[in-house]
């Protein structure tokens, strides 16, 4: 057994925390897309779903999915994380563009990344 399968890590995928709604309406931002948001009460959530799960093949979404949506990974300071196996995360502003750029419409193709507002990092948890 390696060294690193016998211990616990912490793993965040950048180096910033984000919201997922902060984090969805930079992206759109970034594409220059409309995000339209649909606030929903959390029942209504797990009946879509219960509706999704009844598919006779994979389920796109399960309420235990929805679930997890709402829950936001924390990353305890006293396990390992990312940078302690050598990892160093790329910040989510460096890689945006270079994804989402052909996603935009054709207007903005050639618009620099600086048209679009920074996510706001949490702090907080």
């Not at 879509?48 to 997890?68: C, G, L, Q, W, Y």
């Not at 990312?82 to 890689?95: C, F, R, S």
């Amino acid at each position: 057994m390696s060294i690193i399968n016998s211990f616990f890590f912490s793993f965040s995928c950048s180096p910033h925390r984000y919201l997922l709604y902060d984090m969805v309406k930079y992206l759109y931002s970034v594409m220059h897309r409309p995000f339209l948001l649909y606030p929903l009460p959390s029942p209504i959530y797990h009946l879509i779903a219960r509706f999704f799960e009844m598919n006779p093949f994979e389920p796109s979404i399960t309420r235990d999915k929805v679930d997890r949506f709402h829950i936001s990974d924390k990353k305890f300071p006293d396990l390992p994380g990312l940078e302690d196996l050598g990892v160093n995360p790329t910040p989510l502003e460096m890689k945006a563009i270079e994804v989402l750029r052909r996603h935009r419409q054709s207007f903005w193709v050639d618009a620099e990344l600086e048209d679009a507002k920074p996510a706001t990092p949490v702090t907080h948890m």
